[in-house]
């Protein structure tokens, strides 16, 4: 049925039966209900049927005037208490009194609308009649809805949100701003916000941050204490909200806990500052190295051309010892750089401490209480037995030195499984099988300004004269180089502990630590090519292999021995030749020779780090290596292992 006009339903008002002074009121102020900006329903005094509905309510419904006139009053409405709805609705009308109440409208189209239905009783021309008024509430429940969502999203969402207004005071918080502060929703709301910025340190509140957020927007980093007064580090962002005029009415705060991160990239920075001090290190270590090989070899040969009862003899003896003094602190050198040739095993470390302990003991004071706790079931580790001894030594005399008055020392051992919550504060550190190494003592401890130097090399609390500053590189390299981990915790006056991670390997064998022989081993003739490209060190060792008993020809570069080899190559039983020289290396050079001689020997030397022999392929199984600088008597023992093997 097509829909009636309005005019057509005052109509329908004027001429049907009974009732017909209430149809010829309505009909008399309908172009007055139409002036209204919202919906109104007339209904009779006793809520029967409804009377007239203004254009309002037709155009929000899409019924017609002729489908809504006449209808009960609440079919047009879903009611869900209805009986609770007409004990109000009754009451008010007889009342007198306004109500109000929020319903779902029936429409045409959609099925429920959302109204707010203000009923009231009214007189007109002395007929009592309920006038409700109707107001859309679509556009409020949306927009309610769409708040709810985003003040369920805001509370939800990992960043910590606040809303402050021009005075500081904090309207809103997010659960993110709570976790990060530690406080109830009751204890923050209302309160100023620069209470929880107090500490910032050079951000004064009021001075920096809220200008500066009023103008546009402010961000920065800083320090902060949560309600449990642990400090944390915080990345606060604020932007100023806006209303039409362009004025700002409140300020929104964005903060992030960057402790994580900053204690990371604090990490990182240190790490790439020791790789920087070790790559320094080394450098220096290498170039030592050549000189001391010479230093050290024309010692000990002069040794043999002095008399006991000499008076040279004291001053001889003064110059070896700071010379094996040079060589030491250039080992450790090359040791923390990470670029010491290392000779690693399968290790029990639990038989390592116990074979060390009568020296342990040896090296600490009787007020020190020596306590070892090793794990039964220890796995094995991989790693150079010598070098794990000299971690063991070297902190054992840091714990001793850490106790003038006496404490105790515990050495532990144990098994550990590193996973990803490791990882995740430690992204060095690989997610597997462990063995933890903790050396603790109960001595006078450090400040936080002394741990973060405590590996540098050449770095020392000690008087001067009582340390060299590079026990502790030393252990921090060897671990580094072992694949492992070393961490130090320390409080002034609290002892410290240094807690070292070897990964774990699966073997069924472990290798023992054996003695070597104190014994110079000679020569029987045989003959040796010598190529070195440095003319004192290349003096030396001819020098050396013929107090030995060898035969030797020199070269200068992998030219010359390789014409030698081709005149001489029936009586040369081995080539030691340095490893970089200029032109051919001599990697190249033992595979030049070998290929027309494969069972002649070779043996290789190097000052260089073991990047560089690394980069030259040396670290192959199989070849032979002796590392700068030596003494005749261990590159004596070396030819005797190469030419017994």
């Known amino acids: 049925m097509a829909a009636r006009t309005q005019t057509e339903g005052l109509d329908y008002l004027k001429v049907s039966g009974n009732g017909n002074s209430e149809k010829e009121i309505v009909r008399s102020y309908a172009h007055l209900f139409n002036l209204f900006p919202e919906g109104v329903l007339v209904i009779n005094e006793d809520a029967s049927k409804i009377l007239y509905a203004n254009n309002f309510i037709l155009s ?141 340190g050079q951000y004064d509140f009021k001075l920096h941050i809220l200008p500066a957020s009023l103008k546009g927007g402010w961000n920065g980093e800083f ?54 001090i070790g790559q320094l290190a080394g450098g220096i270590a290498h170039d030592f190295n050549n000189l001391l090989t010479v230093i050290e070899g024309y010692l000990d040969l002069l040794q043999n051309l002095i008399k006991k009862e000499s008076k040279l003899t004291a001053y001889f003896m003064q110059i070896k010892k700071a010379t094996d003094r040079a060589v030491s602190l250039t080992r450790q050198l090359l040791t923390f750089s990470r670029r010491q040739i290392l000779q690693p095993k399968i290790l029990d470390i639990n038989q390592n401490i116990k074979d060390l302990s009568a020296m342990l003991e040896r090296l600490i004071s009787e007020n020190i209480e020596l306590i070892t706790d090793l794990d039964s079931g220890i796995w094995p580790i991989k790693a150079d037995p010598h070098q794990v001894e000299q971690v063991i030594m070297n902190l054992i005399v840091n714990a001793r030195d850490a106790m003038p008055d006496g404490g105790k020392l515990i050495i532990s051992t144990k098994n550990i499984h ?44 000690k008087e001067k004269g009582k340390g060299t500053g590079l026990g502790l590189a030393t252990v921090y390299g060897i671990v580094k180089q072992s694949n492992g981990h070393i961490y130090v915790y320390s409080e002034p006056g609290k002892g410290t502990t240094f807690k070292i991670y070897f990964p774990a390997v699966k073997v069924n064998h472990v290798s023992k630590n054996n003695k070597r022989k104190n014994k110079t081993a000679l020569g029987n003739g045989e003959g040796i090519l010598v190529v070195e490209d440095e003319y004192l060190v290349r003096e030396l060792i001819l020098d050396s292999l013929k107090n030995l008993g060898y035969h030797v020809w020199e070269a200068s570069n992998a030219e010359q021995a390789l014409k030698i080899f081709q005149e001489h190559k029936e009586k040369i039983d081995l080539v030691l030749s340095d490893l970089i020289m200029p032109g051919m290396n001599g990697k190249k050079l033992m595979e030049t020779i070998q290929k027309e001689a494969p069972d002649l020997q070779f043996l290789i030397m190097s000052g260089y780090d073991d990047n560089a022999i690394s980069k030259h392929g040396l670290l192959e199984e199989g070849i032979n290596y002796i590392s700068k600088p030596f003494s005749p008597k261990v590159l004596a023992e070396k030819l005797q292992e190469v030419f017994r093997n």
């Open 223 to 276: 320090k902060v204490k949560r309600k449990d007064n642990k400090e944390i580090t915080i990345f606060l962002s604020t932007s100023p909200v806006k209303d039409n005029e362009d004025q700002p009415v409140v300020v929104v705060g964005v903060i992030s806990d960057i402790t994580l991160r900053k204690q990371l990239e604090e990490q990182l920075r240190h790490s790439q500052k020791m790789e920087a």
């Open 60 to 200: 929000l419904t899409h019924f017609t005037l002729e489908e809504i006139q006449g209808k009960n009053f609440l079919d047009l409405f879903h009611i869900p208490d209805i009986h609770s709805f007409l004990e109000y609705f009754s009451f008010s009308v007889k009342q007198n009194e306004s109500s109000v109440f929020e319903l779902l409208m029936k429409g045409r189209i959609s099925q429920f609308i959302p109204v707010k239905l203000t009923v009231s009783s009214a007189k007109i021309d002395g007929q009592k009649f309920i006038v409700c008024s109707v107001s859309d509430q679509s556009d409020y429940k949306r927009l309610e809805v769409e708040r709810n969502m985003l003040s369920h999203a805001l509370r939800q969402v990992n960043e910590g949100l606040s809303v402050f207004d021009l005075d500081g005071r904090i309207l809103f918080v997010n659960e993110a701003f709570l976790d990060t502060f530690g406080y109830e929703k009751e204890e923050i709301i209302g309160t100023s916000i620069e209470s929880l910025f107090a500490s910032a």
């Open 418 to 461: 590193l996973d990803s919550s490791y990882n995740r504060l430690h992204p060095n550190v690989k997610v597997g099988d462990y063995i933890l190494l903790s050396i603790s003592d109960t001595g006078i401890g450090m400040t936080p300004e002394v741990r973060e130097r405590i590996f540098e090399p050449f770095f020392t609390t």
